[in-house]
């Protein structure tokens, strides 16, 4: 199936329903939710996904898993989807947030063909077993670390929504402790508790995953600038050490790739100003 909105076959008794969508430049599918759980994929372009607790980027050519009844919003920048709407009974396994993942050879093309199929295909022959390997590939994939959290506090949450649409290397703790009213120390702590992560840390990552869509229209050097590295090399390090691959292979005219093993956490390399692993 193709364009065609989910509450018009959701009734359909079919396990796995298969609907590929082409969106404009820039569209955003506003807060919403279903009532199965999502496989999202991204064939062109880059999507942000938001919840209530994180910001998931997916690079081109990557999925990310969408738990059933989660209230979402996704921001498109030029992409075409290949989505598997799937009964929550059948995938117990499924993770509880939203995951990224990886997008292997054989599940693109499973991908492409299921999306051919009629809402009420057979499950007998072909068509049904295509439709039962997807769910064996997808409970393949390991998680990718394309994600920042955000915390439940109303007044963390907005100073950290505020910066993902706007990431700012000249933002530091005692700026972000002065819109809350507390010493950076206290803020520090409370960001700490409600995230994992020191606000310095947050910040480092956040900007990491802003160049994911920017390095579509960009090249290396000019992201770095853009995003207050020091050096197109200090941005390359801290990228590949996140995220397992360079930014070089999400640039406009990279390969994509297949990611490799990242690294826990984030840094920036040498930023102009904040350096996160000197923060508490």
Partial sequence: MRNVPLDAVDHVDRVVLPIGTDYPPGHVLDW??????????????????DTDVGTWTVPPERAVLIPAATRHRV????VST???YIEPDAVPWWPATCTVVDVPPLLRELL???????????LSGREGCIAALLLHEIAERTPLPFHVAIPPSTDLAELCREYLAAPDVGVTNAVWAGR???????????FRAETGDSPAVWRARARLLAAVPLLRTASVTEVAGRLGYASPAA??????????????????????GRPGRAGQGASDGSPRREDPSEAP
Avoid: C, I, K, N
């Avoid at 279903?34 to 999202?40: E, G, K, T, Y």
């Avoid at 921001?75 to 030029?78: H, I, N, S, V």
């Avoid at 397992?244 to 640039?251: E, K, Q």
């Fill in 82 to 84: 290949r989505s598997l």
């Fill in 32 to 49: 919403h939710e279903h009532r199965r759980a999502q496989f999202l994929y991204g064939a062109t372009g880059v999507m942000v996904v």
């Fill in 112 to 122: 492409v063909s299921a999306v051919e199929f009629e809402a009420d295909y057979g």
């Fill in 75 to 78: 921001r498109m920048l030029g």
């Fill in 180 to 190: 809350t009213a507390r010493s950076e120390r206290a803020f520090t702590r409370r």
């Fill in 235 to 256: 941005f390359t390090t801290a990228f590949t050490r996140a995220f397992g691959l360079p930014p070089s292979r999400f640039a406009a005219g990279g390969q994509g």
